[in-house]
């Protein structure tokens, strides 16, 4: 991994005193396990937490809501396990 990529993960301020259940940081848990197996070595499980909280835009904020919350399942794009779109989904 670029040194740039890992310097930036672990400079970012701390997040502190958010609970994050068991099964939110098994997600987290498996992207740690994944990059290190692609690259050799991975930012921490919290790093990646923090990485993601800075990364999410507003729109994934509020999908996250209305599949979660309010039940609404809007886009049909939807990533596999492996973080790929789903190739049918694609095909206009």
Not at 20 to 33: C, D, L
Not at 49 to 57: K, V
Request: glycine share 4%; with cysteine.
């Amino acid at each position: 991994m670029a040194p740039s990529i890992m310097n930036a993960a672990i400079s970012a301020p701390s997040v502190t005193n958010l609970e994050i259940p068991a099964h939110v940081r098994e997600n987290f848990e498996k992207a740690e396990a994944r990059l290190r197996k692609a690259y050799g070595e991975s930012p921490s499980v919290h790093d990646l937490m923090r990485l993601w909280l800075a990364c999410a835009s507003s729109w994934d904020v509020v999908r996250e809501f209305e599949e979660g919350v309010l039940e609404i399942k809007g886009s049909t794009l939807r990533r596999t396990d492996e973080g790929d779109y789903d190739e049918q989904a694609l095909n206009l």
